[in-house]
């Protein structure tokens, strides 16, 4: 899962960034195969930075890395969902279906915030799995 399309990729040189590395985990797993982006909460001002999470990790190197301030944290991650689908259309070759598992809130509708000031560069992010709310009928 790629994040460079979501965020830019590159940069011009490592002044005022910073690298960041850390954990993610959901429900006290390790996330294996997703990705994190921090996005600057002033939009227009910074880039955003991310990379992927392999096995739980990610590591985002100082050229690539936020600069000082606050940032949105997004998190997607995939699994698979137990469907076969087809490889490529007209194939009879099957693949596993991928879906993604990790809940809106750390991803499309993000609550997690983050100051980056450089006096820490671990950030661990230990998702927890959204309680379902059970509307009644009338």
Not at 31 to 59: C, H, L, M, R, W
Request: with cysteine; glycine share 12%.
């Amino acid at each position: 899962m790629a994040v460079c399309p979501l965020i830019g990729c590159g940069g011009d040189g490592a002044e005022g960034r910073f690298a960041i590395s850390g954990k993610v985990t959901f429900d006290g797993q390790p996330v294996t195969n997703g990705n994190i982006g921090f996005v600057s909460t002033k939009p227009g001002t910074v880039e955003p930075a991310g990379t992927d999470v392999v096995d739980g990790q990610y590591s985002v190197p100082q050229y690539e890395g936020p600069t000082e301030g606050t940032y949105k944290v997004v998190i997607y991650a995939d699994r698979p969902s137990g469907r076969k689908i087809e490889a490529d259309e007209g194939s009879t070759e099957m693949m596993d279906q991928m879906e993604q598992y990790i809940p809106e809130v750390y991803n499309a509708r993000s609550t997690l915030t983050v100051e980056i000031s450089g006096d820490r560069d671990d950030l661990d992010f230990d998702l927890k799995k959204q309680k379902q709310t059970r509307r009644r009928r009338r």
